[in-house]
């Protein structure tokens, strides 16, 4: 799915990054765009008795946990290597309920 990106990017996967590994990163080519760093995580699907709420409880948990661990461990570092610019840097945490993706990005503090 991301072959497409190609011309724009440097794509890497389960590389050493900070103090970890990452799931995908998107290195772009052209230092001024954005850089993508993805950390993947997979929860069971929505129970048939399970309420709304609670599994978009389990989905909100499953996001942070995510979007924490790339913090964490850094995993953006070498984003920072390849000289994009922490404001570029864009955090993503894809949560899949079965095959039902919920994606959140992280809030950029610079």
């Known amino acids: 799915m991301l072959t497409i990106l ?4 440097i794509i890497k996967s ?18 001024n765009k954005n850089g993508i760093v ?5 929860i069971e699907k929505q129970k048939i008795n399970e309420e709304d709420k609670k599994f978009q409880k389990r989905i909100k948990k499953a ?19 390849n000289q994009v610019k922490p404001k570029n840097i864009i955090k993503l945490a894809i949560v899949f309920a079965g095959k039902e993706p919920f994606v959140k990005q ?5």
Request: proline share 2%; net charge negative.
């Open 6 to 9: 190609t011309d724009d990017f």
């Open 14 to 31: 389960n590389k050493e990054s900070g103090e970890g590994r990452y799931d995908i990163m998107l290195i772009p080519y052209n230092k």
């Open 38 to 42: 993805i950390e993947i995580k997979q």
């Open 63 to 81: 996001t942070e946990t995510a979007l924490n661990q790339i913090e964490k461990n850094e995993y953006h570092a070498e984003l920072i290597t």
């Open 106 to 110: 992280a809030s950029n503090k610079n």
